[in-house]
């Protein structure tokens, strides 16, 4: 199962995962992700504290959040790994 939570703390918006991060998941959190950079210029985060698996297009999409500014919170060390080693591959 895969959650989102917002919350909003000084200008920081945070969005927790939770679960499994699977490909029909990313349209989804796309569209969020949007949403809040359109509604106002603030810095977003994801925390991945409670993530458990992440499928290859999840690593891809971490990855473009991260090089847009989007910042990456309590990444687990395995997607953090991932992320690295798969950044130069094309799609």
């Known amino acids: 199962m895969f959650k989102i939570r917002r919350s ?10 939770s679960g499994r991060i699977q490909e029909e998941h990313l349209p989804e959190l796309q569209k969020l992700l949007e949403v809040e950079t359109q509604a106002k210029s603030t810095a977003i985060t ?11 297009e999840a690593i891809r999409f971490l990855a473009t959040c991260e090089a847009q500014g989007i910042m ?5 060390s ?5 992320i690295e080693t798969g950044r130069g591959y094309k799609q």
């Open 46 to 56: 994801l925390d991945l504290v409670d993530v458990r698996l992440v499928d290859r």
């Open 72 to 76: 990456l919170k309590n990444c687990p």
């Open 78 to 82: 395995y997607v953090r790994e991932w």
């Open 8 to 17: 909003e703390d000084e200008g920081l918006v945070t969005f927790a995962l």
